[in-house]
């Protein structure tokens, strides 16, 4: 069973930056596409960025694009949020997820694929 920590999650005034880490363990890395999800307090989780099995393919929610980088190291097998220009509105549990993927160059986007989640990181953004 894939295992996923996530880390880097604190507080941070806005316009500061943050980069939140998630390790994965007892799983083919180079197997799975990933992606970050948030959970806003008292809303649904909702879709953040992803990354293709190859690195090659991201994507982004309109609401993070040009702020967050999403990037992935399959020496290390881990997959990195870089969160650049925070909002308060970016304040969230951030949770990262794996899916199997076939394809190496195709991302995932939708949520009901992923099969294996992180137990969350908080970011906290101060106005």
């Known amino acids: 069973q894939v295992q996923l920590v996530e880390s880097g999650g604190g507080l941070v005034q806005a316009g500061g930056s943050l980069r939140l880490s998630c390790k994965v363990s007892?799983?083919?890395?180079?197997?799975?596409?990933m992606a970050w999800f948030r959970q806003p307090a008292g809303r649904g989780r909702e879709f953040v960025a992803a990354i293709s099995r190859n690195a090659e393919n991201t994507y982004y929610d309109n609401s993070v694009k040009g702020r967050f980088t999403i990037s992935r190291d399959t020496a290390d097998n881990q997959v990195y949020l870089h969160m650049n220009s925070l909002k308060p509105e970016d304040t969230a549990v951030y949770y990262c997820?794996?899916?199997?993927?076939?394809?190496?160059?195709?991302?995932?986007?939708?949520?009901?694929?992923?099969?294996?989640w992180g137990q969350g990181t908080q970011v906290t953004v101060s106005s």
């Open positions: 007892k799983g083919p890395f180079a197997h799975h596409a």
């Open positions: 997820a794996a899916t199997v993927e076939i394809y190496p160059n195709v991302v995932v986007t939708v949520q009901t694929r992923y099969q294996h």
